[in-house]
């Protein structure tokens, strides 16, 4: 959603509405007495880590066998809200580069849970609940900051409040249907095409363009 759009989409009812932080979406997994980080393209942190060191500590001691959360990983940046850039950064250079940084923030149960919920509940509160006793106490994992709104224009007041104030790079919106929407800011540039490839079915039309901004100085930045 863009912020325009707040009124006019949002179903009534109540809203679970949480900062979205700028990172990658990675899984948080317990297999056997082991625990391990997964990304949806299969790339997978394990080992002596301080964030899964943490985990093992915590989550693993509290979770059921297959149990698997979604989260946000992020890294913890010098200053500001946490960028993509920062985790990057972060994990570039393999096993020994920035793995003090790593943050792991869940915000859903996917698969699993406790012994007092075993399987995940439809409600989003009851997953809330699980993750929150699993994550309870962490420093390097947590649970996603979640507040409670009962109509779009409490939505509109979070969004100032996190997106404007800076603190996040958008919300998550959970509705009581089902329905998860993500609100950002909307933000715009006047760019100049200097360059083009033409497709190659179709001549007489564009198959990638290279932008640039033009400077005060007179000169292009690509």
Known sequence: LKPEEIQATLPKGT???????D??????AKQ?????????????????????????????????????????????????????????AAMASGAGAGVDE???SAFD???????????????????LATLERLLEGGSALDVVKSEIATSPSQVEEHFDAWVGGGEAEGLVIRAEDGRIF????????????VGFTERFEKKDQAGSILLALLREDGNYLL
């Open 109 to 127: 149960v996917v698969r699993g849970g406790d012994d007092e919920a075993p399987q995940p509940g439809e409600a989003y509160e009851e997953r």
């Open 32 to 88: 056997g007495k082991e625990v391990v980080l997964v990304s949806p393209n299969g790339r997978a942190l394990t080992g002596d880590l301080p964030l899964l060191a943490e985990a093992q500590k915590s989550f693993a001691a509290r979770a059921k066998d297959g149990t698997v959360l979604a989260g946000e990983l992020f890294a913890v940046p010098a200053s500001g809200r946490p960028r993509i850039s920062d985790l990057a």
């Open 182 to 193: 993500k609100l950002k800011p909307v933000v715009t540039i006047d760019a100049v095409v």
């Open 15 to 21: 809203f679970h509405v949480s900062p979205k932080v």
């Open 102 to 104: 790593l943050r792991f």
């Open 23 to 28: 990172g990658e979406l990675w899984y948080l």
